[in-house]
């Protein structure tokens, strides 16, 4: 029977890698990526310019420390094509010098953006409420993405490796959000801040990261995406009686996998205020998920061969409370310790969940609701605590 469920676990996390159809982008509405647009020639321009009109560059842009951005955009619609090209700092980078900086709604596409303290950037009193970044390769930058207005960015097919944060706002001074499609970030000390943001990520790649997301405040959602081999998938503090909660952290149809940490040791509890999880593999991480939550969603997920399950406990701190919700239809599968533990006095309803061959409980929850039709068996410090289990 293990042997039998180790390969179809197999086969469902190398479905998922591979990506099957029905793991693509879900909830997509097709859009005109690329507008027709009628461009100026990008042969006279030059490193510190200011554009007007959509433009497309012919060559290469090797800027220096002394130009005061790369390049400026202006003008509500405007679409930067780099052309293939690469816009590069050549100077020594510091963390705020700019790169492309985006003054009003536009878009840039095509091309690579290298070196610079904060790769592409809306500043201080830009009006660009809405701006596009397509087939963009964001490498080296201190920041890949800068926000330190009122944006709400849509980023689709893009690369951001290297950067010390990928994704990242100036602190306390700004708003919006990302919408990020069908892109990769690889290496980056963290992919991705959420403070004062909401992040919305869809059939997207995360590998070979520090830390793929820290939530402080906003909310995360990740659908059908990867996060594989980082070497931890994200923090999500407790600010007690701060100014800063996650709202919410959300997984669907996604694969979490081999990463050496799901939460770092420095902070090793996620503490959002709510935690949801549907249809997703969290397979061979370095450690389990523990969290604290006033509320918990987890429905449909398999924790397979990690090095600890699932741990549910109450929120503490002045925004905290007991931990209510739902958790129903999941697999806990040869896990180091416990398969589902909650730690008391949490009372979620457990409802339908199997627990095979863990190391210490099947499920251990003595003081949430029994919901029925749990199954256990084979889990070494015993089946069930709290409820009922049945053993087939």
Not at 15 to 38: F, M, Q, W, Y
Not at 140 to 154: I, K, Q, S, W
Not at 259 to 268: E, H, L, M, Q, R
Not at 305 to 327: C, H, K
Request: hydrophobic residues 35%; glycine residues 12%; charged residues 15%.
């Amino acid at each position: 029977m293990k042997q039998t469920r180790g390969f179809a676990m197999v086969m469902a996390v190398t479905t998922l890698l591979t990506g099957a159809p029905d793991v693509l982008a879900r909830d997509t509405v097709p859009s005109n990526v690329e507008p027709k647009v009628i461009f100026t020639t990008g042969h006279t321009v030059r490193c510190g310019d200011t554009l007007t009109q959509h433009t497309l560059l012919t060559q290469d842009l090797n800027c220096p420390g002394s130009a005061p951005f790369a390049l400026r955009v202006v003008g509500a619609g405007i679409v930067l094509d780099l052309g293939g090209h690469t816009v590069r700092r050549t100077g020594t980078t510091t963390t705020e010098t700019p790169g492309i900086e985006l003054q009003a709604n536009s878009m840039v596409r095509n091309g690579t953006v290298q070196g610079f303290g904060r790769g592409i950037a809306t500043p201080d009193g830009s009006d660009a409420s809405n701006v596009r970044l397509h087939k963009l390769a964001l490498v080296d930058n201190y920041t890949g993405v800068y926000n330190a207005a009122t944006t709400n960015f849509l980023i689709t097919e893009c690369r951001v490796s290297g950067s010390a944060t990928g994704l990242s706002r100036e602190f306390d001074a700004s708003s919006g959000s990302f919408d990020v499609r069908s892109s990769v970030f690889t290496g980056n000390r963290l992919a991705m801040l959420a403070d004062y943001h909401d992040i919305d990520v869809l059939d997207s790649t995360f590998t070979s990261n520090e830390s793929v997301i820290y939530c402080w405040e906003g909310r995360v959602r990740f659908r059908s995406s990867t996060l594989a081999w980082n070497n931890s998938v994200g923090s999500i503090p407790n600010d007690g009686d701060g100014p800063r909660a996650c709202e919410e952290m959300r997984f669907e149809n996604t694969l979490i996998a081999n990463n050496a940490t799901i939460a770092p040791y420095s902070i090793p509890v996620w503490e959002p205020y709510k935690l949801s999880m549907l249809d997703t593999l969290v397979v061979n991480n370095g450690t389990g998920l523990q969290a604290t939550a006033l509320t918990v969603y987890i429905d449909g997920n398999t924790f397979y061969d990690n090095a600890g399950g699932l741990t549910l406990s109450d929120r503490e701190g002045p925004a905290g409370g007991t931990l209510t919700g739902i958790v129903r239809g999941n697999e806990f599968l040869s896990n180091d310790g416990d398969g589902l533990r909650v730690e008391p006095p949490s009372t979620p309803t457990v409802i339908n969940n199997v627990a095979l061959g863990n190391a210490g409980f099947g499920i251990y929850a003595p003081t949430a609701f029994d919901g029925g039709g749990n199954v256990a068996r084979d889990n070494t410090a015993g089946d069930c605590v709290g409820i009922v289990c049945s053993p087939f």
